[in-house]
């Protein structure tokens, strides 16, 4: 992996979460942990859960400056008041040294690079979990707290998992693990029953208006359809406006309003374009925004309106001719199911871009009311 190459904790062209300061929503979970360590209960392990892109790396960040930065209280009568709030001042030496990478009490885990094939591994290995030993025991000598920020835990394999399980059933002294999780269901019980769970909920549309303006990234596009298209997730509407989602699903929405009958050279433009070298991204991009466009019709045709904020020019109108019924709205959610299993499949076992991304479009003709 090149040097400028986003981590993987980083949407490629964003920020990275840790060099936002102020995290915007989330004043439940915030308030919890403040509590939690205002009242001396700061537990050893926090599992910060929700959708992708709402804020949980953010936190886990701010977390641990917080936790590096603010003195344990001692009760005595020059103690310094208890904390208000979590942020910490750009300039704090702490936030300096983290901001910089050289914050040696802080250790955040993410997949790592394979040293024989050079290339990022997709899983989070056992040896990524057991270099922490490591990390605990060499800098444990000046008594200091120790913050581990793994990001994100869904993505461990069975023996890291395993591994990180054993740290957690022992816990290192003054040691503070930060695992971010998306799919919590998905790990194991025993590493979600050892860990004090935090959840995160997509944002507002003020909220997200706030977040995408704070985001350092030039959003193009409407913020109002990136918000609704990324289902109140900061990080979704990035990727979707950083990546040409809006235009991508403009062009969706355009070729359903041909249906029944398909606009053949426009599918064709779109299959060539999504099977273009390099681009898997965009590929996954574009099934991600056919499975949200058949969710809408298929909600559309259940309640017999269109969703309160159109994403596209002319969508409410499409939806609605397309699922006029609570009946078409079954087919269009069989259809989406049935849609995105067979992408998952063509794209675990390569099949041709081109092809599945034609196939996909005709499956949904077929599917249209005539």
């Given at each position: 992996?090149?040097?400028?190459?986003?981590?993987?904790?980083?949407?490629?062209?964003?920020?990275?979460?840790?060099?936002?300061?102020?995290?915007?929503?989330?004043?439940?979970?915030?308030?919890?942990?403040?509590?939690?360590?205002?009242?001396?209960?700061?537990?050893?392990?926090?599992?910060?859960?929700?959708?992708?892109?709402?804020?949980?790396?953010?936190?886990?960040?701010?977390?641990?400056?917080?936790?590096?930065?603010?003195?344990?209280?001692?009760?005595?009568?020059?103690?310094?008041?208890?904390?208000?709030?979590?942020?910490?001042?750009?300039?704090?030496?702490?936030?300096?040294?983290?901001?910089?990478?050289?914050?040696?009490s802080l250790k955040a885990v993410t997949r790592s690079v394979n040293p024989d094939t050079k290339r990022l591994r997709k899983k989070i290995v056992?040896?990524?979990?057991?270099?922490?030993?490591?990390?605990?025991?060499?800098?444990?000598?000046?008594?200091?707290?120790?913050?581990?920020?793994?990001?994100?835990?869904?993505?461990?394999?069975?023996?890291?998992?395993?591994?990180?399980?054993?740290?957690?059933?022992?816990?290192?002294?003054?040691?503070?693990?930060?695992?971010?999780?998306?799919?919590?269901?998905?790990?194991?019980?025993?590493?979600?029953?050892?860990?004090?769970?935090?959840?995160?909920?997509?944002?507002?549309?003020?909220?997200?208006?706030?977040?995408?303006?704070?985001?350092?990234?030039?959003?193009?596009?409407?913020?109002?359809?990136?918000?609704?298209?990324?289902?109140?997730?900061?990080?979704?509407?990035?990727?979707?406006?950083?990546?040409?989602?809006?235009?991508?699903?403009?062009?969706?929405?355009?070729?359903?309003?041909?249906?029944?009958?398909?606009?053949?050279?426009?599918?064709?433009?779109?299959?060539?374009?999504?099977?273009?070298?390099?681009?898997?991204?965009?590929?996954?991009?574009?099934?991600?925004?056919?499975?949200?466009?058949?969710?809408?019709?298929?909600?559309?045709?259940?309640?017999?309106?269109?969703?309160?904020?159109?994403?596209?020019?002319?969508?409410?109108?499409?939806?609605?001719?397309?699922?006029?019924?609570?009946?078409?709205?079954?087919?269009?959610?069989?259809?989406?199911?049935?849609?995105?299993?067979?992408?998952?499949?063509?794209?675990?076992?390569?099949?041709?871009?081109?092809?599945?991304?034609?196939?996909?479009?005709?499956?949904?003709?077929?599917?249209?009311?005539?």
């Amino acid at each position: 992996m090149s040097d400028d190459a986003p981590s993987p904790d980083q949407i490629d062209g964003a920020p990275h979460p840790r060099d936002t300061a102020h995290l915007i929503g989330q004043e439940a979970a915030q308030s919890a942990f403040l509590n939690a360590f205002n009242a001396g209960k700061v537990h050893h392990a926090w599992l910060l859960t929700g959708p992708r892109g709402v804020g949980k790396a953010t936190l886990a960040w701010q977390l641990a400056r917080f936790l590096l930065a603010t003195p344990d209280s001692d009760g005595g009568m020059f103690d310094t008041p208890a904390p208000t709030t979590l942020d910490i001042a750009p300039d704090h030496p702490v936030a300096r040294r983290i901001a910089s990478g050289g914050e040696g009490s802080l250790k955040a885990v993410t997949r790592s690079v394979n040293p024989d094939t050079k290339r990022l591994r997709k899983k989070i290995v056992v040896d990524d979990i057991r270099a922490l030993n490591g990390f605990f025991q060499m800098s444990a000598a000046d008594g200091g707290r120790r913050v581990v920020i793994i990001d994100d835990a869904d993505e461990m394999n069975v023996n890291a998992a395993n591994a990180l399980l054993k740290m957690l059933e022992e816990p290192p002294a003054r040691a503070t693990l930060l695992l971010i999780s998306h799919q919590p269901s998905g790990l194991l019980p025993t590493i979600r029953s050892r860990c004090r769970t935090m959840r995160f909920s997509p944002l507002s549309p003020n909220q997200m208006s706030t977040a995408l303006a704070n985001s350092q990234v030039s959003v193009e596009g409407n913020p109002q359809a990136l918000a609704e298209l990324s289902g109140g997730s900061v990080g979704g509407a990035l990727r979707l406006s950083l990546m040409g989602g809006l235009t991508a699903y403009s062009e969706l929405i355009g070729l359903m309003a041909s249906l029944p009958r398909l606009d053949r050279a426009r599918a064709l433009k779109l299959a060539e374009a999504a099977a273009q070298r390099g681009g898997e991204a965009k590929l996954e991009l574009l099934f991600r925004l056919i499975d949200l466009m058949l969710a809408r019709l298929a909600r559309t045709g259940a309640t017999g309106a269109p969703p309160p904020i159109e994403a596209a020019p002319n969508e409410a109108e499409t939806l609605l001719r397309l699922a006029p019924s609570p009946h078409q709205g079954r087919i269009w959610a069989d259809v989406a199911q049935e849609v995105s299993a067979r992408a998952q499949h063509g794209l675990a076992v390569n099949l041709d871009p081109a092809a599945l991304v034609l196939d996909t479009l005709f499956k949904m003709s077929e599917n249209a009311p005539r």
